[in-house]
């Protein structure tokens, strides 16, 4: 692995990203050097399934590591399908820079025409999306195929 530019100072970011051939995003695995220097995992993985596409996120979205996720997860997003599910069912814990990635990249889908739904989020970030109402932008759903079943109407959440 190769190390990154600092996220901060006292911190560093280490990963390794490579696209496939066709230019496809394949599964990463990241490590996230903490303050006290031990390593949490954070990754990000992608599987197509169709006009559907499921990023899956793991570790913790907090300062340190969401800067790197945000830079993959906005890449997927100029890839995918109509419809894109961001299961969450790995993510240890969530801070306001995860949700605000998380609120960024619905923009991003919107844009785009996009659909974009979250998955299975364990009960601390389930519990910040309703905490601060964002339960009520995004689609969540209990798996990731009913999230991508769900079909949101992106405008709905606007008024």
């Not at 997927?76 to 069912?89: E, F, K, M, P, Y």
């Not at 969530?94 to 364990?122: I, K, Q, W």
Request: charge should be neutral; charged fraction near 20%; hydrophobic fraction near 40%.
């Amino acid at each position: 692995m190769r190390a990154a530019k600092p996220a901060s100072p006292g911190f560093s970011i280490l990963g390794r990203f490579s696209p496939d051939r066709s230019g496809a995003m394949t599964p990463q695995h990241h490590l996230v050097q903490t303050a006290d220097h031990s390593a949490e995992p954070v990754d990000l993985t992608l599987e197509r399934l169709n006009e559907r596409t499921v990023i899956a996120i793991s570790g913790e979205l907090d300062a340190t590591s969401t800067p790197f996720l945000r830079e993959r997860l906005y890449a997927a997003l100029r890839d995918c399908g109509a419809h894109v599910t961001v299961d969450l069912s790995d993510v240890t814990s969530c801070d306001a820079s995860g949700l605000a990635m998380l609120v960024g990249a619905r923009r991003r889908a919107e844009a785009t025409g996009t659909a974009l739904t979250l998955a299975r989020p364990r009960p601390q970030p389930a519990d910040l999306l309703r905490a601060t109402g964002l339960h009520r932008v995004f689609m969540v759903g209990s798996s990731a195929t009913d999230a991508q079943d769900a079909t949101p109407d992106i405008r709905s959440t606007a008024a």
